[in-house]
């Protein structure tokens, strides 16, 4: 199944792929038919394995599509990987930065390795610790910074270098909860304050929910899901209905037979009816009094990410 919005695609295409596929050896680790990334905050979602690091790989022009053709800002980052670099930012999982290098001097080196000239880097980089929090600790080796504070020296020197699109991969690994949620906030303002899109990947879907305007699922390597969270959760609004426990099969099969979807609810006695919410309990209300149901509850479904994430991800 596949599911798309065309909120996503209505917006600034920065990323396209068409047929895009990347195999190592004998597996096919990519296969993506039409993907659209625009501007904002889009997450990038996936089970483990789903191929979204090979995704990023492909997008910074680390790795060579073996079909199709993926576009950065309309460059093919294979070819043109410096011009696609310039104007992107990358955050890496991993943490492996240089112990003894002070955390000024790393971002600068980063932003000259994008292309600024030395005394530019110099107070990009500056600027750029000071946004994410860390200002005061500038000229701290990194191998004394915490699992917090060397994050947002990853965020720094991916915005250092005033990119158009920064890629985070996993940006709230190994952070407690008062950290992650700093961190998110953090995203948030990049994305919204200061004009820089993001692509954020993780395997979290309530931070995904809570930062993101836009998503994009992989499963398998295949696209499975992408488009304007909004519009894509609302799709699966409906109704909860609530009645007797021991009344709920003979309420399901009073519904199934008014032609009404419905799927089981988180407790007994508790059932969800697709469909509008308004047009929904018009239904359930005639279906109820022309079979003798009773009702406790109807109530509008609160739709989430996770309903959406477990419904394309088999």
């Known amino acids: 199944m596949t599911t798309s919005a065309t909120g996503q695609a209505a917006a600034e295409p920065l990323v396209t792929a068409r047929g895009l596929v990347r195999r190592f050896g004998s597996v096919t680790a990519l296969d993506v038919e039409d993907m ?99 200002g005061e600790e500038r000229g701290r080796p990194l191998g004394t910074l915490s699992t917090g504070q060397l994050q947002r020296v990853k965020i720094a020197q991916a915005i250092a270098h005033d990119p158009r699109l920064i890629m985070l991969d996993e940006p709230t690994d190994g952070l407690d909860p008062t950290q992650r949620d700093a961190m998110l906030e953090l995203i948030k303002r990049i994305g919204h304050e200061f004009g820089i899109s993001v692509v954020l990947s993780s395997h979290l879907l309530e931070e995904v929910e809570r930062t993101c305007d836009a998503i994009v699922v992989l499963e398998g390597g295949r696209l499975v899901a992408q488009g304007d969270i909004a519009t894509l959760t609302g799709g699966l609004d409906g109704l909860e209905v609530e009645v007797e426990p021991e009344a709920a099969d003979a309420a399901r099969s009073a519904l199934e037979r008014a032609g009404l979807a419905v799927e089981g609810g988180s407790r007994p006695g508790v059932l969800i009816v697709r469909g509008e919410p308004a047009q929904a309990a018009r239904a359930v209300r005639d279906a109820f009094v022309a079979n003798g149901v009773g009702v406790r509850s109807l109530r509008p479904r609160a739709t989430h990410l996770a309903d959406l994430f477990f419904e394309v991800v088999s």
Not at 48 to 56: D, F, I, P, R, S
Not at 78 to 92: N, T
Not at 99 to 113: G, K, S, T, Y
Request: net charge neutral; no cysteine.
């Open 36 to 134: 659209v990334i625009g501007t904002g905050i889009t997450g990038l979602l996936g089970p483990n394995g789903a191929g979204k690091t090979t995704l990023l790989g492909l997008l910074l022009g680390l790795h060579q599509a073996d079909a199709g053709s993926v576009e950065v800002f309309g460059l093919n980052p294979a070819d043109a990987g410096p011009a696609v670099r310039a104007r992107v930012g990358y955050a890496p999982e991993h943490r492996r930065l240089p112990a003894d290098l002070r955390a000024v001097d790393f971002v600068r080196h980063i932003a000259e390795v994008h292309g600024l000239p030395t005394p530019a880097a110099t107070t990009r980089a500056s600027d750029a610790l000071w946004l994410v929090g860390l």
